[in-house]
């Protein structure tokens, strides 16, 4: 059974940046795709950000400001987020989607395996 974990949410001030680790064990970070999802208070789950092994997406709402990455080495995907803004508060789930090769954001019934979640609280 994969394990998903997510880290490094906090509390961060309009403008502020945060990163998203998501580790995976046991299994090599290749034979998957990662999803980057959250979900407001009071609305749906959205798509973020994705990263597969032919592709890498964003939602418009964070493209230019989230950058996705990977270390395969630390079977960790990064979620590096930049001059946050309130609609950006919520909590962050990760997850895999084994053996996909062109990720989506929108396809969330793809991802078998899903973390926790990490709460990210934009705020002055």
């Known amino acids: 059974q994969l394990q998903v974990v997510e880290s490094g949410g906090g509390l961060v001030q309009p403008g502020g940046s945060l990163t998203l680790n998501c580790t995976i064990s046991?299994?090599?970070?290749?034979?998957?795709?990662i999803g980057w999802f959250r979900q407001a208070p009071g609305k749906e789950r959205e798509g973020i950000s994705c990263?597969?092994?032919?592709?890498?997406n964003y939602r418009d709402s964070v493209r230019g400001r989230f950058t996705i990455s990977s270390d395969n080495v630390k079977n960790t995907v990064y979620l590096q987020m930049e001059n946050l803004n309130a609609n950006d508060t919520g909590t962050y789930y990760c997850?895999?989607?084994?053996?996909?090769?062109?990720?989506?954001?929108?396809?969330?019934?793809?991802?078998?395996?899903w973390g926790q979640g990490t709460q990210v609280t934009v705020s002055s």
């Open positions: 997850a895999a989607a084994h053996d996909v090769y062109y990720c989506s954001i929108f396809r969330d019934f793809e991802y078998n395996f």
């Open positions: 046991p299994f090599p970070l290749n034979n998957y795709a």
């Open positions: 990263f597969g092994r032919g592709s890498r």
